[in-house]
């Protein structure tokens, strides 16, 4: 079993729909992280949280370390949101990463 | 900020050959990162530094990968002798400090015939 798990692996939305992105660790963390990957392959850090919820824009981060998930929110998708969603968590007392197999979003017009 | 600045872009060789791939981190970052990511495994992360000392290279496959930091402004990865299976695009990222958020590199892709 992975220790970062995402869902769903592939996600297709209508322009204007509130997306969710899961994901779940198995891990103690001392940070995750939430990453977004261009279809040219560019990646963008969007959120590094360790409690509670982040705020930018129109996407929305939200981390429960008892439960250990979190979730990343996008309302009122565009075309210009697809792309490759990935989490990454940083192990707790250790300096190593373990990353989610990523989310494949399609925002249709 | 021109933010982190990788080459080459692309790279194909043939294997057996000596592969350098370069880095300068944003000015001030005291953490860079290096990652590999292929279809197969998606993003790994390859070695940590802060303050240009390699602080955790778990992540590096084997004795055919090193990397270096000679200063706060430059990191290179080599790999020597390179592999068919070493193909995949690599990624420097830097950042403040280790949970601070990561700043990407455009990546190089990689292609060992």
């Known amino acids: 079993k992975n220790e970062v798990e995402q869902s769903p692996q592939n996600l297709t939305a209508q322009e204007g729909e509130f997306i969710t992105i899961n994901c779940s660790y198995s891990v103690g963390i001392s940070a995750l992280h939430w990453l977004q990957q261009h279809p040219g392959g560019g990646i963008v850090s969007l959120f590094m949280l360790s409690s509670g919820k982040k705020k930018h824009g129109r996407l929305i981060a939200t981390i429960n370390i008892q439960e250990k998930h979190s979730s990343l929110h996008i309302t009122a998708s565009h075309p210009r949101d697809s792309a490759v969603y990935i989490c990454?968590?940083?192990?707790?007392?250790?300096?190593?990463?373990?990353f989610g197999a990523g989310t494949r979003l399609t925002v249709k017009p | 900020d021109a933010g982190v600045i990788q080459s080459p872009r692309h790279e194909v060789t043939e294997m057996g050959q000596e592969v350098t791939l370069r880095c300068k981190p944003i000015s001030g970052h005291n953490s860079l990162f290096w990652y590999r990511q292929t279809m197969m495994r998606g993003l790994e992360l390859l070695i940590y530094?802060?303050?240009?000392?390699?602080?955790?290279d778990s992540g590096m496959p084997e004795d055919r990968f090193s990397a270096k930091m000679p200063n706060a402004s430059f990191s290179t990865l080599k790999i020597q002798p390179s592999e068919p299976r070493d193909s995949a695009v690599y990624f420097c990222?830097?950042?403040?400090?280790?949970?601070?958020?990561?700043?990407f590199g455009d990546g190089t892709r990689l292609s060992i015939l």
């Open positions: 990222a830097s950042s403040l400090s280790r949970i601070q958020p990561q700043h």
């Open positions: 530094f802060n303050n240009n000392v390699p602080i955790d």
């Open positions: 990454a968590v940083l192990i707790y007392n250790n300096n190593d990463m373990r």
